[in-house]
């Protein structure tokens, strides 16, 4: 119950922000500027104030069917944002130019088309350092939605240099992410946008499950899902721990928007093997299997759950647990999981014959390292490839079991040198490595493991 309350709560936010974005909006829209007092002082002039007042009172349907039909609007509107002096005019137009934008973004190619761009360029990189963060948030979010749109029409040198100021801009952090989401849809600016200083930082915090803004969860989630288009950044977000707080959320939350673009990244990322293995570590496919039953607005969001549970059912069937169990060990850091069991041991403890043992080989390995790393350093953390306590923990357990379950098992172990190191791991100072390294020992040198643990 509780977690359909947080789900509940979650929902209720984003609505609100919609809202309160919507009621901000309007009450700016209605509010019409006092377009006289720029007559009186030659900014506008007697037609320009004339067709303004009768753009103001349309509606707003007429509002977007009269600005994409008369370019004089475009370049009149346009030209207000140059009255620097009055806050109201500005936040007003900047609104006019959002919403219709929003309501169709092929609105970006034809205002581009009756501005210049050196001019568009030019005002709104002045207004993204405006005092007012309402009004630098839609020119930063005008601005690099023309870039999204149509590059084309700016330099390389333009798009950069706007990418390098985004940290000195003055904007919100929602207005940070619009303008990360805007750029990462040019394959070319990816780069340049992950490298930011705080583009990683504000993607971490607010994936996080203790923060509640569902408007900013959105954000991250379709900026990680723009970047999993390709490998090389997938590989990224996984070292960065992005894709875990990804499906973290995914698990919890409730949001539809936030559901939909989760599904995305899923299948974009479920080929790497590192990724699949967050995936399963952290039983997605249960979550799908109860999401299918849940109610969606969007019929497609049904039809994906299942796409990606039969794609999720295929690759776990190709995928065995003995596998999974290589691949970690390849990675060089080993967690407690069911893949470090009794029951995978029974299970899987004959695979680990193959290519003359190597398996059994790399733990060896890791202990031998982790030895050395202490006796020459004082601490294993400060070797470059730092091997963690938890690590070495899991392996002495591992040898241990394939000691025990393995027909000659303690024989193979001796072939590795791994009685004698694990000898030395007894006298170490982490609990966890002693108490594991004890078992360990006694499965290796005691023929009767299974009655001596009865008796325990």
């Known amino acids: 119950m509780a977690n359909n309350n947080d789900g509940i709560s979650v929902i209720t936010k984003f609505v609100d922000t919609e809202q309160k974005n919507e009621i901000l909006h309007d009450s700016i829209l209605n509010h019409m500027p006092c377009y006289d007092k720029y007559k009186e002082i030659n900014i506008l002039s ?29 370049i009149i509107l346009f030209n207000c944002l140059q009255t620097d002096f ?44 405006h005092r007012d963060t309402y009004i630098s948030d839609k020119s930063s979010f005008l601005l690099s939605g023309s870039f999204c749109y149509n590059n084309n029409n700016f330099t390389e040198t333009q798009i950069k240099d706007f990418i390098l100021k985004i940290d000195f801009f003055n904007i919100t952090e929602e207005g940070k992410m619009d303008i990360y989401i805007n750029i990462l849809k040019i394959d070319y600016y990816r780069q340049d946008i992950y490298e930011l200083e705080e583009f990683l ?9 203790s923060n509640n803004n569902a408007n900013k969860q959105y954000k991250s989630v379709f900026c990680v899902w723009l970047l ?49 293995e967050i995936i399963v570590d952290n039983n997605i496919i249960q979550t799908l299997t109860v999401l299918q039953y849940d109610k969606w607005r969007d019929n497609d969001i049904y039809d994906n759950i299942v796409q990606l549970l039969h794609k999720l059912d295929q690759r776990v069937k190709n995928y065995s647990n003995f596998e999974r169990y290589c691949h970690e060990l390849a990675n060089g850091k080993l967690k407690w999981s069911i893949l470090h069991t009794e029951k995978f041991w029974l299970e899987n403890v004959m695979q680990f014959e193959k290519n003359q043992f190597k398996a059994i080989e790399q733990l060896a390995e890791i202990i031998k390292k982790y030895i050395e790393c202490v006796i020459n350093k004082g601490d294993a953390k400060n070797n470059n490839e730092e091997i963690d306590s938890v690590t070495v923990a899991v392996a002495c357990f591992d040898i241990g079991e394939f000691a025990r379950l393995y027909p000659n098992g303690k024989k193979i172990c001796q072939n590795f040198n791994i009685k004698e190191n694990i000898m030395i791991l007894i006298a170490m100072k982490d609990r966890d490595i002693v108490r594991e390294a004890l078992l360990c020992a006694q499965k290796i040198m005691l023929n009767n493991w299974q009655s001596v643990s009865s008796t325990k």
């Open 46 to 74: 007697a037609e320009d104030v004339d067709l303004l007042k009768k753009f103001h009172d349309l509606s707003k349907k007429e509002k977007f069917e009269y600005f994409k039909e008369n370019n004089e609007i475009v």
């Open 86 to 129: 009055n806050i109201h005019l500005i936040q007003y137009v900047l609104t006019i130019f959002y919403e219709i934008i929003r309501n169709d973004g092929s609105s970006y190619s034809y205002v581009l088309s009756v501005l210049d761009s050196e001019n568009l360029y030019s005002y709104l990189m002045k207004l993204c350092t």
């Open 201 to 209: 930082i504000i993607l971490t915090k607010n994936l996080e499950l």
């Open 228 to 276: 999993t288009f390709k490998d090389s950044f997938i590989k990224k977000l996984y070292k960065c721990n992005i894709i875990t707080l990804v499906m973290n959320l995914f698990k919890k939350c409730k949001v539809e928007k936030i559901i939909r673009v989760c599904l995305n990244i899923i299948k974009n990322i479920l080929h790497m093997d590192d990724c699949f």
